[in-house]
């Protein structure tokens, strides 16, 4: 202890407690001393620390497993769940494209396209819970059909569609059957309103109906040029015709409108996006609107006098090559596809092919005057009968024996004579086939026409090795070989141009949505026989029409030298295969002088009256020929005809 430090005193504690004792009683009996009472049961608390980690744990593994999903959506599959999302929140609606118009060379309409409506269904507006009504759809559907011209179950059916919001019942609707449903749906809007201003449940079967703005192909002139046109399908896509053949200029291409939605209707005020539509291009042909009228009626008119099967015109511009009319009967309307006939569908000028008979003597003229074997002065003498490999020839009708120029053979259709003629074609009959095909090839016979028309048929014409005993001998003639309307117009139009045969066109251009006119590609053409040869020629067919002894006096037109052929063929009946009636026909061009217009007329099968195509097909020629003259101001002719002669004295 340091001596600065003073001494400690030690505090006493407090006493501790002594054990009380008790004395024991000495009178009391001692006794068992009773074992002392058993304390309470004590719980004892477990460490807390373990559990808080345990809890901590857990939270710690769902807090990370929350981060997890979390990154996952908004970084990993960000872009898909944004896509799902767009796609529950936005719609997109097509904006249909303006199909093209077709018109003719003027621009009258042929084929256009007008305001129409796809009318549509919201089929979970059918539903009882929705409509109030238990059979919905029924009754929806019974009072659509009528103005739709739907099968009822049909409209049912789809009105009844589950897990969609969107059905289509029935596509380009004119406004007037939109203005009826419109009308039923506000009469039924009306009624549920007033059942359930009377505590009633408001049923509206018609609240679920909708329509969405579309177009509708129209031909305005009805049957008019439907041949060419074809028509569209219930898509409205181009499914005959130039409309199938064009339909990817005519459609153009469809637009997208997206939009906001909720519940199935658009929210107006949250935006939209557009990508406009790209009208189709309009289509000009070098159809002429009147003079494809005047053909049509024609050929109408006649096929039905006669009963025939069906028959053709066509017009064609020599100078250029363009179809001004290209006419069929019977047609048909493709406003109203119900009610056409399939094998009138098409267009028979370029798919039917047929043995053209005396209207292809001009082709065999051509090689036998370009060959310079003869001239039209050169003497025929034409038996009436002509034996010839396993055949024995005539002419249509019997005759003592003629005494005919070259001309004359071709102005009275003398079968026989043409026979003689082509066989100095070459030192053998093989050698004159292989020169007389040449030209046949060179006319088109047996190639596309060039118009690229769909089911266009190229006519039958086999290599003249191929050609049977008989077959070298009718071929000059125009049996036993095949071809269509237009091909045999073609021909004309060469030997009336100048020999060049220009390829034929059915569409002068398009015009694109800014309105610029693109003129169609330049035709091919090509020199067939000199211009010699086809003045030649021209004199000749003159003599068809214009000479009494011609065949084709029906023909003439006043103020106009016309020169022309006559056809009449031995026709293939297509069910049987076998010959069976006639194919009548008349082929010519005006004015002779100065060609601006080629005429061709046929008429399959005629059963009434004449089979002749000089007493049915010359009218017709008539008719067509004066109104086109007229309608494109063609003036009549300065000069009078070459007078080529017809027959000669023997001796001369």
């Given at each position: 202890m340091s001596p600065k430090e003073p001494p400690r005193r030690r505090i006493p504690g407090p006493p501790r407690p002594r054990p009380r004792t008790t004395a024991r009683p000495a009178s009391r009996p001692a006794t068992r001393r009773p074992a002392a009472a058993r304390a309470p049961h004590t719980i004892r608390l477990g460490a807390p620390k373990p559990r808080l980690r345990l809890v901590g744990v857990a939270l710690t593994l769902v807090m990370a497993a929350f981060v997890i999903r979390l990154l996952q959506v908004q970084a990993v599959d960000a872009s898909a769940f944004s896509a799902v999302a767009s796609k529950n929140r936005f719609a997109s609606y097509t904006l249909a494209a303006e199909r093209g118009n077709i018109t003719d060379r003027k621009g009258v309409a042929l084929a256009t396209s007008v305001d129409a409506h796809d009318i549509t269904a919201d089929p979970s507006m059918f539903t009882p819970q929705e409509s109030k009504a238990p059979d919905a759809p029924a009754q929806a559907a019974a009072l659509l059909s009528p103005i739709l011209g739907k099968d009822v179950k049909e409209l049912t059916d789809r009105l009844a569609t589950k897990n969609t919001r969107y059905v289509v019942l029935a596509r380009r609707q004119t406004p007037q059957v939109w203005n009826q449903i419109k009308d039923l749906k506000r009469v039924f809007a009306e009624k549920a309103a007033a059942d359930k201003k009377n505590n009633g449940p408001g049923a509206n079967v018609m609240a679920g109906v909708f329509q969405e703005p579309s177009s509708k192909r129209v031909y305005p002139g009805g049957d008019l040029a439907a041949g060419i046109l074809g028509y569209v399908n219930a898509e409205g896509k181009g499914a005959g015709g130039l409309e199938s053949s064009l339909d990817k200029k005519l459609s153009g291409k469809d637009g997208e409108l997206t939009y906001a939605q909720s519940g199935g209707r658009r929210v107006p005020t949250a935006g939209s996006s557009e990508k406009p539509a790209v009208p189709g291009q309009d289509i000009e042909l070098t159809i002429d609107r009147d003079i494809q009228w005047a053909a049509q009626s024609a050929i109408a008119e006649q096929v039905q006098k006669s009963e025939a099967d069906r028959g053709y015109v066509i017009v064609q511009d020599t100078r250029t090559g363009e179809v001004l009319a290209m006419a069929n009967a019977p047609g048909f309307d493709p406003n109203d596809l119900s009610k056409a006939r399939s094998a009138a569908m098409g267009n028979a000028a370029l798919q039917d092919v047929y043995e053209p008979g005396s209207t292809a003597k001009v082709m065999s003229m051509a090689a036998v005057l370009e060959e310079k074997k003869a001239t039209p002065a050169t003497h025929v003498t034409v038996p009436n009968r002509l034996h010839r490999g396993d055949r024995l020839f005539k002419?249509?009708?019997?005759?003592?024996?003629?005494?005919?120029?070259?001309?004359?053979?071709?102005?009275?259709?003398?079968?026989?004579?043409?026979?003689?003629?082509?066989?100095?074609?070459?030192?053998?009959?093989?050698?004159?086939?292989?020169?007389?095909?040449?030209?046949?090839?060179?006319?088109?016979?047996?190639?596309?026409?060039?118009?690229?028309?769909?089911?266009?048929?190229?006519?039958?014409?086999?290599?003249?090795?191929?050609?049977?005993?008989?077959q070298q001998y009718t071929i000059p003639f125009g049996q036993g070989l095949s071809l269509n309307a237009m091909q045999a117009a073609s021909v004309y139009s060469t030997?009336?141009?100048?020999?060049?045969?220009?390829?034929?066109?059915?569409?002068?251009?398009?015009?694109?949505?800014?309105?610029?006119?693109?003129?169609?590609?330049?035709?091919?053409?090509?020199?067939?026989?000199?211009?010699?040869?086809?003045?030649?020629?021209?004199?000749?067919?003159?003599?068809?029409?214009?000479?009494?002894?011609?065949?084709?006096?029906?023909?003439?037109?006043?103020?106009?030298?016309?020169?022309?052929?006559?056809?009449?063929?031995?026709?293939?009946?297509?069910?049987?295969?076998?010959?069976?009636?006639?194919?009548?026909?008349?082929?010519?061009?005006?004015?002779?002088?100065?060609?601006?217009?080629?005429?061709?007329?046929?008429?399959?099968?005629?059963?009434?009256?004449?089979?002749?195509?000089?007493?049915?097909?010359?009218?017709?020629?008539?008719?067509?020929?004066?109104?086109?003259?007229?309608?494109?101001?063609?003036?009549?002719?300065?000069?009078?005809p070459a007078g080529l002669p017809v027959t000669f004295e023997p001796g001369q």
């Amino acid at each position: 202890m340091s001596p600065k430090e003073p001494p400690r005193r030690r505090i006493p504690g407090p006493p501790r407690p002594r054990p009380r004792t008790t004395a024991r009683p000495a009178s009391r009996p001692a006794t068992r001393r009773p074992a002392a009472a058993r304390a309470p049961h004590t719980i004892r608390l477990g460490a807390p620390k373990p559990r808080l980690r345990l809890v901590g744990v857990a939270l710690t593994l769902v807090m990370a497993a929350f981060v997890i999903r979390l990154l996952q959506v908004q970084a990993v599959d960000a872009s898909a769940f944004s896509a799902v999302a767009s796609k529950n929140r936005f719609a997109s609606y097509t904006l249909a494209a303006e199909r093209g118009n077709i018109t003719d060379r003027k621009g009258v309409a042929l084929a256009t396209s007008v305001d129409a409506h796809d009318i549509t269904a919201d089929p979970s507006m059918f539903t009882p819970q929705e409509s109030k009504a238990p059979d919905a759809p029924a009754q929806a559907a019974a009072l659509l059909s009528p103005i739709l011209g739907k099968d009822v179950k049909e409209l049912t059916d789809r009105l009844a569609t589950k897990n969609t919001r969107y059905v289509v019942l029935a596509r380009r609707q004119t406004p007037q059957v939109w203005n009826q449903i419109k009308d039923l749906k506000r009469v039924f809007a009306e009624k549920a309103a007033a059942d359930k201003k009377n505590n009633g449940p408001g049923a509206n079967v018609m609240a679920g109906v909708f329509q969405e703005p579309s177009s509708k192909r129209v031909y305005p002139g009805g049957d008019l040029a439907a041949g060419i046109l074809g028509y569209v399908n219930a898509e409205g896509k181009g499914a005959g015709g130039l409309e199938s053949s064009l339909d990817k200029k005519l459609s153009g291409k469809d637009g997208e409108l997206t939009y906001a939605q909720s519940g199935g209707r658009r929210v107006p005020t949250a935006g939209s996006s557009e990508k406009p539509a790209v009208p189709g291009q309009d289509i000009e042909l070098t159809i002429d609107r009147d003079i494809q009228w005047a053909a049509q009626s024609a050929i109408a008119e006649q096929v039905q006098k006669s009963e025939a099967d069906r028959g053709y015109v066509i017009v064609q511009d020599t100078r250029t090559g363009e179809v001004l009319a290209m006419a069929n009967a019977p047609g048909f309307d493709p406003n109203d596809l119900s009610k056409a006939r399939s094998a009138a569908m098409g267009n028979a000028a370029l798919q039917d092919v047929y043995e053209p008979g005396s209207t292809a003597k001009v082709m065999s003229m051509a090689a036998v005057l370009e060959e310079k074997k003869a001239t039209p002065a050169t003497h025929v003498t034409v038996p009436n009968r002509l034996h010839r490999g396993d055949r024995l020839f005539k002419d249509d009708i019997d005759h003592p024996t003629w005494n005919l120029t070259l001309n004359g053979v071709l102005a009275k259709s003398s079968n026989i004579g043409t026979i003689l003629a082509t066989g100095q074609l070459g030192a053998t009959q093989p050698e004159a086939n292989k020169v007389l095909y040449s030209y046949l090839d060179k006319f088109g016979i047996g190639q596309p026409t060039g118009l690229g028309y769909p089911g266009e048929s190229r006519g039958i014409l086999a290599k003249p090795e191929s050609w049977s005993t008989s077959q070298q001998y009718t071929i000059p003639f125009g049996q036993g070989l095949s071809l269509n309307a237009m091909q045999a117009a073609s021909v004309y139009s060469t030997i009336a141009n100048g020999g060049v045969r220009i390829t034929p066109t059915l569409v002068r251009g398009t015009k694109g949505p800014d309105g610029r006119f693109t003129p169609a590609a330049t035709p091919e053409k090509s020199q067939v026989v000199s211009p010699e040869t086809a003045k030649t020629l021209a004199q000749m067919l003159e003599s068809v029409v214009d000479d009494q002894e011609g065949t084709g006096t029906k023909a003439r037109i006043p103020g106009y030298r016309v020169g022309g052929k006559t056809g009449t063929s031995n026709r293939v009946d297509p069910a049987t295969g076998h010959y069976k009636g006639y194919t009548a026909s008349f082929a010519g061009f005006a004015p002779a002088d100065a060609p601006r217009i080629t005429v061709y007329c046929a008429i399959q099968n005629p059963t009434k009256g004449s089979y002749f195509g000089g007493q049915i097909c010359g009218p017709i020629y008539k008719q067509v020929m004066e109104f086109a003259l007229k309608t494109l101001q063609v003036a009549p002719s300065g000069t009078a005809p070459a007078g080529l002669p017809v027959t000669f004295e023997p001796g001369q």
